[in-house]
């Protein structure tokens, strides 16, 4: 091993479980965001019809653009 190679820690046994049970409860909690939030998934699919249609050169000033537009609203005055 050379002198700028940092060894990787071990983790023990519960540390390994603590780790996995941490990623499946926050895996379970993403898909109830996900769930709670049908929108979102509009949201990305109008974003990613946006990008391609323009397809910019600075792909994050776009998205700072695209998400700063005001959201559009039907005709009782809620969000589409």
Do not use: C, W
Request: charged letters at 30%; aromatic letters at 8%; zero cysteines.
């Amino acid at each position: 091993m050379d002198s700028q190679s940092v060894p990787s820690p071990k983790l023990t046994e519960s540390e390994l479980q603590n780790t996995v049970f941490e990623k499946k409860a926050l895996s379970f909690s993403n898909e109830k965001y996900l769930r709670d939030h049908p929108e979102l998934d509009e949201m990305i699919h109008d974003f990613l019809v946006g990008v391609l249609e323009a397809k910019p050169h600075d792909l994050v000033d776009f998205a700072v653009q695209y998400f700063a537009k005001p959201a559009p609203h039907d005709d009782k005055g809620k969000t589409q």
